[in-house]
């Protein structure tokens, strides 16, 4: 994919970077560098010319195409009807972004990092009053579910059906860690705390982790919470289906009140990795 005109960034998100390190993580996000500077979605710029001339456009042409995600669909989305809709010339829009795919990028990694950040801000206000990692852990998946229901063809672009013949670039992959990294730090905060309760029984078999999923968490705990990460992955997972679920309406026929039973399903979810999530606690 092509570099659009922009100086190097030198340094990433603030909030990447507090979410990583609320985490344990081990690694440095260099393709982060990369992706804010490619895709038009950079904090920082070095304030040359190609990049104050470009900020504008492609500003424009990315509200335009979320506009269209609502309307079309991600699979429905092209150059030309972003053109249309912008009033930008086909030329002016590929010269910010030369490919469906480059903008589609652009759009996976600003809904990734919006997301993290409404979850980092909720857990940083949950921090400040001094919640337990359970609070913690209401707070931040609630901000995720409001900023689904605020953005839902932005959920479905990331969560949703994969977009035909789009394939997401490895550029995506450290935003799209923000939110696993804000749940790894709650459970490494409830670890620490001694807040967990041992599961009954470990996760049999040899690990099942890559190396990756190990940094992000800071390292394999000792025994009886040697499979943490393993149903720390669980409740991501679980949390995302859940949501997918409310988003799409598969819930609203089943259950009086949607948002009563979201906290309780992430309450079951949390039994799953040892940590009690108080209900009767306001969090928000």
Known sequence: MALVGAGTVEETSRDVAESQRMAGQLWRPRLMTVAVDRYGSAMDVSGTSATAENSKPAAV????????????????????AVARDSGLAVTDIEAVFPHRDDLLTALVIDAYNES???????????????????????????ALRQWSFDNPAEFTLIYGSPVPEYHAPQDTVPTASRTPAVLAGIVRSALEAGELTPPRRAVPGPPLLLPEA??????????????????????????????????????????????????????????????????DETTD
């Open 61 to 80: 042409i990315k509200v335009t195409a979320r506009q269209l995600l609502v309307k079309l669909g991600a699979g429905g989305l092209s150059l030309d």
């Open 116 to 142: 993290g950040a409404a979850m980092e801000r909720a857990d940083q206000a949950a921090r400040d009053a001094h919640a337990s990692a359970g609070a913690r852990l209401l707070t931040v998946t609630r």
């Open 214 to 279: 190990v940094q992000l968490f800071g390292g394999t705990p000792e025994a009886p919470f040697s499979d943490i990460i393993e149903r720390g992955i669980v409740l991501w997972s679980n949390l995302i289906g859940l949501l997918v679920f409310q988003v799409f309406s598969r819930t609203h026929d089943s259950v009086r009140d949607e948002s009563a039973f979201f906290d309780f399903a992430i309450a079951v979810a949390a039994e799953g990795i040892g940590l009690e999530v108080p209900l």
